[in-house]
């Protein structure tokens, strides 16, 4: 059976491997930091990137590419790799089109650590960027391309504000423009939103998050869609476009096509310069978790949408942000692209500000504090003083995050106790 045509949850158990006769039913891990060759002409193909293979872990591995051929797979990719975390993910995504003196588009409303990355490493490597708010319009995200843009970055959900992006608008802005639209769907995960099929390019995921799904290894993903035309913006992108002579002159976008040529640029220029490798043993790690994502994430929206619920009925509490919600501001959207459910994150704000929030999440019993999220045990996090505490009072605005906002991760418990346990902590205060 064509792999492209199964369904979601089969691609989850199934996708990326297929043992022959006698072969290990497992994924195996492949232990290794290096592999044997009869000959230095052997491997000399290699290292021209005239023959497939693997010569050191560094750049590629054997069961890392099987996984990352499952998550191709999922997102419905021409090419995928695996790196050593989400921030990995996202900068080696960026910095594989943009060097010093270019430009990059990104929402505002994404992830404190992805937005300290762009803010401030980047910048300082010499690549700017414009924050748009993730509601703008086309006119407002046009007005912020330059002639020097190499990107267009957003989160389908994103953390811990819960905003959901309009991916086929800034697909749109984006394309019209030549250039990519970078998605990290970390949150939605393939399972409830696969952004390749509204315009996006480039996929990242943390794995770290619900992939793995039981806080085991921190990794992250980029999946190519294949469908973005490098060469017909071939002076936009002189990376991919231009001999690299670091690899005796080739070509990417024409040697390996639109799609392979990203991937193969990621791994062949920037994981070969800067190792940032996810072992064998996350990979296999990873994949574990994989096999249920599509059972877990019904069960983490379930329990989701029950909570959120629940807060909103409460009078300890000002507010509630869940895209499934009915009512939420994000509702219609999230129909559109979400319609199986969004994610197991609840953000609201306890009546107090800060002192209440902290105070209620002390008296929380089963719900742990964790800077942690999308786990199959539920957690809970106070961004403003944790993952967004290096932001300004704007900057936490712009992200859409308030002083009392309180980050709730939905586990697999049961949504009776889960409840009950925001209940005690919300009457303690």
């Known amino acids: 059976m064509d792999e492209k045509n199964l369904n979601v949850g089969t691609k ?9 006769n006698g072969e290990p039913r497992e994924v195996p891990i492949i232990q290794s930091t290096t592999f044997k060759y009869n000959t230095s002409e052997d491997m000399g193909k290699l290292f021209d990137l005239e023959a497939s293979g693997y010569f050191y872990s560094r750049l590629q591995n054997p069961t890392c590419d099987i996984v990352a051929a499952k998550i191709a797979a999922l997102e419905g990719g021409s090419a995928a790799m695996l790196t050593g975390s989400g921030q990995a993910a996202n900068f080696f995504a960026t910095f594989n089109i943009a060097q010093a003196g270019d430009h990059i ?21 010499g690549i700017d960027f414009t924050f748009v708010s993730p509601d703008c319009t086309e006119e407002e995200l046009q007005a912020a391309i330059k002639p020097n843009t190499k990107a267009v970055f957003g989160e389908t959900i994103a953390n811990p504000a819960l ?9 749109k802005v984006a394309h019209k423009n030549g250039l990519p639209l970078i998605i990290d769907n970390t949150f939605a995960t393939p399972v409830n939103c696969r952004p390749i099929e509204f315009g996006a390019d480039i996929v990242t995921h943390s794995t770290t998050k619900y992939m793995d799904g039981h806080g085991s290894a921190v990794g992250g993903a980029i999946v190519d869609s294949g469908k973005f035309d490098w060469m017909a913006h071939a002076d936009k992108f002189p990376g991919l476009c231009t001999p690299d002579e670091s690899y005796h002159g080739i070509t990417y976008a024409e040697k390996f096509g639109m799609g392979g040529a990203f991937i193969t640029k990621c791994t062949a220029q920037l994981m070969r310069d800067l190792g940032s490798v996810q072992s064998p043993q996350s990979a296999y790690l990873l994949n574990i978790g994989l096999e249920s994502l599509h059972v877990r994430m019904k069960r983490h929206c379930e329990n989701g949408l029950k909570v959120a619920e629940f807060l909103k009925s409460s009078d300890k509490v000002s507010w509630v942000t869940y895209p499934s919600l009915e009512g939420d501001k994000y509702y219609e959207r999230a129909k559109k692209y979400l319609p199986n ?10 009546k107090g500000g800060k002192p209440a929030a902290e105070k209620f999440m002390k008296a929380l019993k089963i719900a742990a504090i964790e800077t942690h999220v999308a786990d199959a045990r539920t957690c809970c996090l106070h961004p403003a003083s944790a993952t967004h ?15 009392d ?4 991760s939905c586990g697999l418990e ?12 919300l009457d303690s205060i």
Do not use: W
Request: with cysteine; glycine share 10%.
């Open 12 to 20: 989850c158990v199934q996708a990326g491997y297929h043992p022959g």
């Open 105 to 125: 588009v990104s929402s505002s409303s994404i992830y404190g650590g992805t937005f300290n990355l762009f803010n401030v490493t980047m910048r300082k490597m």
């Open 163 to 171: 905003t959901v992006l309009d991916i086929e608008m800034f697909a």
């Open 341 to 350: 459910g969004s994610c197991g994150v609840v953000s609201f704000g306890v």
């Open 389 to 403: 505490r290096q932001l300004t009072e704007q900057e936490l605005i712009d992200c859409g995050i308030s002083s």
């Open 405 to 408: 906002l309180v980050r709730f």
């Open 414 to 425: 049961d949504a009776e106790d889960l409840i009950a346990d925001i209940k005690q902590a």
